[in-house]
């Protein structure tokens, strides 16, 4: 008899509405969720790298069509990116003795502002920044569109990861 309510209870527990959402990509994503739409990303930084607004824009969207089982679409959706660039610089980060820089960091900062309809208590405002160091001595146009890649990858990590 123990036994046989034991069984009982289990089969409850098993059949109640109780469910997870998991994936493999580490995205948890609500089932009421279905769109998603990402706004071009406006430069407003004080250098203009000329493709930055559309790297980060495609680069976001490759993330949410590769990661998450959302539709992308280009009205506002159930979830929405929108964003500005506010920084685009360099500085030098370590000087010579001769007073040179020999190393020098470019840094670039995005204002991101995500809603997400089927949950407002998940919506945010952030500023997101990165950077990369690299030789003075080459120079930033040598070495600026791997650069940029890298830190617009690093970018959008960080705002997949935060929405």
């Not at 670039?108 to 952030?126: C, K, L, M, S, W």
């Amino acid at each position: 008899m123990k036994v046989l309510l034991i069984h009982v209870l289990l089969i409850c527990i098993l059949f109640t509405g109780c469910t997870v959402n998991y994936s493999f990509t580490g995205a948890s994503i609500p089932p009421q969720l279905e769109t998603v739409s990402v706004d071009y990303f406006d430069n407003r930084a004080q250098v203009i790298y000329p493709s930055l607004s559309q790297d980060i824009t495609d680069a976001l969207k490759d993330m949410l069509q590769a990661r998450t089982r959302l539709r992308l679409i280009n009205e506002p959706g159930d979830a929405d990116f929108e964003g500005v660039i506010t920084q685009y610089r360099t500085q030098p980060v370590s000087i010579q003795a001769d007073e040179q820089a020999n190393l020098e960091r470019l840094t670039i900062g995005i204002q991101v502002t995500y809603t997400n309809a089927a949950d407002p208590e998940q919506n945010f405002e952030a500023t997101f920044s990165r950077h990369e160091d690299y030789d003075a001595r080459i120079g930033l146009e040598a070495v600026e569109a791997d650069l940029v890649k890298k830190i617009v990858a690093q970018l959008v990590e960080d705002i997949f990861n935060r929405a």
